[in-house]
Every structure is written in structure tokens, then in C-alpha cells.
């Protein structure tokens, strides 16, 4: 039995340029290197968010306000989970997690309803067996629909040319509603780049030869949709891609708004130097025949395109699909962000030094590079209508670039983006609205918080049409802001 504790809450609120306004939660202890969160989303009028503390897990129940009405003891919980997703819906919440026990993990899925109480027994969906190093022979990642009315675990691995997967998922109430494994064939140097899970129950899975090129580029590529029959059988197809002689950033695979048949797919293409050129996108009839090859149409961009994207400083050429955006004509909006990682190494010969005689030394370290934002708009006929280019500069050293990156908010009719400066002494963050037409309006967010707390964006959710929730961390400090368009 969960015990729900009521608690007073302080309020933290600015309005802040066209109409936004910033309401802050209260700072909580939090230990980044051993606890893990989960910003959910609204449940009737309570904003979940999911937490651990000293390996405990709690849910906080939050008002529009951002002033937490209670705290909810998840008891039910394994103690130190290693994976945590907090999956809304109307009228409960649905949680999926991972618990180590001896060397095995095992994967359940919860029902919460909308006071944070658990609905029933957690369910068991999956099972990892680690050998004596602590790995496993499997990959496992957490897959949702988008309504999050299906979750469940896909786990997979390639050896010896063949793809070996397993999915299982259940529905919203916790029944099974599909669990079946399936190898096909695959080149051995291929990887998973995505997996979707789609609302009518098809899985489509996106694997690539992103891994093996050096310059971050694919050559090769497939898509495989598994349709079930039943609860234990489904039938699978392969679309393998024709690039011809085009090279690609990566692929990005999105479903169709209006047509469950159709995935929309893009990439933007590279040049003899590295430098971008073009995309390349085009539709996947998932009701086409078997192996039946996809091409796309590569688009050349001018040259005013390359200079209002790649104005890095020569340091970042790549860019790569983050999202993508299907409008209700068929055509699409990628967005799209340039970046880089760079292993740095120094190497110290022996020598006598101020401090002494030194001997010979290696440092590394790795250096992670954020860039411009590029906004495509395309029309249904993957003709270009017109781009955006939102600059930005983010650079940081051996930190995984937490506080890089952006949040990105889609009302329908703009999109906004909210990403740090890290360029200037001090530090800010800054909002871009980007309107149907290409124009931008920028302002900074003055951002009240006490102590050294940053903002990061990369792991912000978008909880209804107009508004994002982005986690702040100072030192041992979290607390979270919701951002009101």
C-alpha cells in the first residue's frame, strides 16, 4: 500500500516574451550519478513525474501550477530500478521499468491510476540473463505506441548475419496482446537506428551500416515490418533502400497522420568534402510487396542553404534528422541539428617541469559539439518550399553534452524550440518560435532558479499542445520548470 504524503509546495512564475509564462517546482535532492526521473505527463488535473531517492522509488503529483499536491511511495517498486519510462494517458498512467535481481533483469509494466495508486499487479514482459561480466547476449529498449495505449520491451542482437528480436507488448490493461521471436537476415556490421511501434499494433524496424562508417554516413539500409496474426505469430516484410550512389547523415522514419500504410522516411545527403548538399526522402507503402526496394528523391540544396547551415567554424559538418513533421498534405518539415563528437588526446613526454621532474603522460578526452538548428519544409511531392536556420552554438568537454541540444514543442501551427547559450560568461536560455511561413521570433528566458542550476532541454517533454516540462540540475539540486506557450 503506497502512502501519500500532502505537502506545501513553493511557486516560482515569470511571464516571459509572446505570451509564455515559466512555472517552477520546489529543488529536491538528487544524486544524477545514482537516481534516475521520468517526466510523465498529465493524468485529470494531476502532472505526474517519476523520481528515485536513495534507491526508492516516488511519484510527485503536481497542479498547473507547478505546486506538488502530494508525493506518492511507489512501495511496489524493485529498490535501485535501472530503467524507468512514466507513460501517460486520460485517466491513468502506465509504467515500465527494469529490476536487477541476482544476474538476471527483469522488465514489468504498472497501472497507475490518477492519484499515483497502483491498479492491480505489475506484469512481467521480459527477462535478460547476464553472464559473469554483467552483459547480456540481448539488446533491450522500452517501445510505446503514440497513444501509449501498447507498451512493451523489443530486445534483439546481431551475430552471424542475422537479426534475433523479441517483442513483446501489452495493452493498457495489462494483457498480453502480442509476444512472438523472429530472426531474419541482416549484414553482420548492420545496427537498430529506430523501432516504432505503431497504434494499430504493426512494429517497423529501421537497421543500418551507420556503425562501420567512419565519416557517419549510410550507405545501407532496411526497414522491417512485423504485422502479428495472433498473440504469438506475425508475418514480417523487408524493404530494403536503393541509395544508388547517395550517402546520408542518417534515416529518420516517421508514421503518416492520415495513412496507417504509409512511414515517411529523409535524410540529408553529403558532398565529395562532407559538407551537406541535399536530402533525400521519400514514403514506404507498407502494403507493397516483400523486399520490394525503396527509393527517395535527393533534392540538391543551393548554396545559400549550406551558408546559412554550416556556419560552424569548420568543426561540425554533420547533420542529423532529429524529427520529423507530417503535415496534413503529405508533405513534411524535418528538423534537423548539426553535431559532433571529438576524442581528444594529449600526450606529455618526460621533462622537469616547475613542479619537478615529469614523466611521459596520456590525457583524453572528449569534446561534444552542438550546432545550428536546420528546419526543411517540403511539400507532398519532397520538392524543398522552404528553410529556417535557427544558430546556435554549443560546446562542452566529457559531459555528454547534458546541457546541449534543445526542446522542441509542435502546437500545430508553429513549432518552438528552447536550448541553452553556453556560448556567453554566465549562462541563459533562449526560446525560438518558428511559424508556418519560416519566421522566427527569438527571446531569452530569464530563468529564476536559485543556485547553479541548468536547464536541459534534451530531455524535456511536451505534456500537452502548448506547453513543456525541462528538468534543472545544479550539483546535487533537481527541480523542474513547465514552459506555457
Do not use: C
Not at 516516488?58 to 511511495?73: G, Q, T, W
Amino acid at each position: 500500500m503506497k502512502n501519500i504524503i500532502a505537502t506545501l509546495f513553493l511557486l516560482h512564475a515569470v511571464v516571459i516574451g509572446y505570451g509564455q509564462s515559466l512555472s517552477f517546482s520546489k529543488t529536491q535532492k538528487f544524486n544524477p550519478k545514482k537516481e534516475l526521473f521520468s517526466i510523465g505527463g498529465w493524468v485529470q488535473d494531476h502532472l505526474m513525474i517519476y523520481y528515485t531517492e536513495k534507491n526508492k522509488s516516488f511519484l510527485d503529483l503536481y497542479d498547473a501550477n507547478m505546486e506538488r499536491k502530494a508525493i506518492v511511495s511507489l512501495n511496489f517498486m524493485p529498490s535501485a530500478p535501472k530503467q524507468v519510462q512514466l507513460l501517460p494517458q486520460a485517466q491513468q498512467s502506465l509504467l515500465i521499468y527494469s529490476a536487477q535481481i541476482n544476474n538476471k533483469e527483469f522488465f514489468y509494466v504498472s497501472r497507475l491510476d490518477k492519484d499515483g495508486k497502483i491498479l492491480g499487479r505489475p506484469k512481467s514482459v521480459d527477462t535478460a540473463s547476464q553472464n559473469f561480466f554483467g552483459n547480456t547476449k540481448f539488446s533491450y529498449q522500452f517501445i510505446h505506441s503514440e497513444a501509449n495505449d501498447k507498451v512493451g520491451v523489443f530486445s534483439y542482437r546481431i551475430k552471424d548475419s542475422k537479426l534475433d528480436f523479441r517483442i513483446t507488448v501489452v495493452d493498457d490493461s495489462l494483457n498480453v496482446v502480442h509476444s512472438s521471436a523472429h530472426t531474419v537476415p541482416i549484414k553482420s556490421f548492420y545496427q537498430v537506428a529506430q523501432v516504432i511501434l505503431k497504434d494499430d499494433g504493426r512494429f517497423v524496424i529501421l537497421v543500418t551500416d551507420l556503425s562501420t562508417n567512419k565519416n557517419d554516413e549510410v550507405a545501407e539500409a532496411m526497414v522491417y515490418v512485423v504485422q502479428p496474426e495472433d498473440k504469438r505469430n506475425a508475418a514480417i516484410k523487408a524493404f530494403p533502400f536503393d541509395f544508388g550512389d547517395v550517402f546520408v547523415a542518417n534515416i529518420f522514419l516517421k508514421e503518416d497522420i492520415n495513412n496507417t500504410n504509409i512511414i515517411h522516411f529523409a535524410g540529408l545527403t553529403k558532398g565529395k568534402m562532407g559538407t551537406l548538399d541535399g536530402v533525400y526522402s521519400g514514403k514506404i507503402d507498407m502494403t507493397a510487396l516483400n523486399n520490394e526496394p525503396v527509393a527517395g528523391k535527393n533534392i540538391m540544396f543551393d548554396n545559400n542553404i549550406n551558408g546559412a547551415a554550416l556556419n560552424q567554424r569548420g568543426i561540425i559538418r554533420n547533420f542529423v534528422i532529429q524529427d520529423i513533421v507530417v503535415k496534413n498534405d503529405g508533405g513534411m518539415v524535418l528538423v534537423s541539428e548539426a553535431f559532433a563528437k571529438i576524442v581528444r588526446t594529449n600526450y606529455a613526454g618526460p621533462g622537469y617541469y616547475n613542479v619537478g621532474y615529469g614523466s611521459m603522460g596520456t590525457t583524453r578526452y572528449i569534446e561534444y559539439y552542438y550546432g545550428n538548428i536546420l528546419i526543411l519544409d517540403l511539400n507532398a511531392d519532397q520538392r524543398l518550399k522552404a528553410y529556417s536556420t535557427i544558430p546556435k552554438w554549443q560546446k562542452s568537454v566529457d559531459d555528454y553534452g547534458i546541457y546541449a541540444s534543445y526542446s522542441l514543442l509542435n502546437t500545430g501551427s508553429n513549432m518552438a524550440f528552447v536550448y541553452n547559450d553556453l556560448l556567453n560568461k554566465g549562462y541563459k536560455v533562449n526560446s525560438t518560435i518558428v511559424n508556418l511561413d519560416g519566421k522566427q521570433e527569438t527571446a531569452e528566458i530569464t530563468a529564476q532558479m536559485k543556485g547553479d542550476g541548468k536547464w536541459i532541454p534534451k530531455m524535456g517533454t511536451q505534456t500537452s499542445a502548448k506547453e513543456l516540462v525541462i528538468p534543472v540540475l545544479g550539483g546535487n539540486k533537481l527541480q523542474f520548470v513547465k514552459v506555457n506557450f
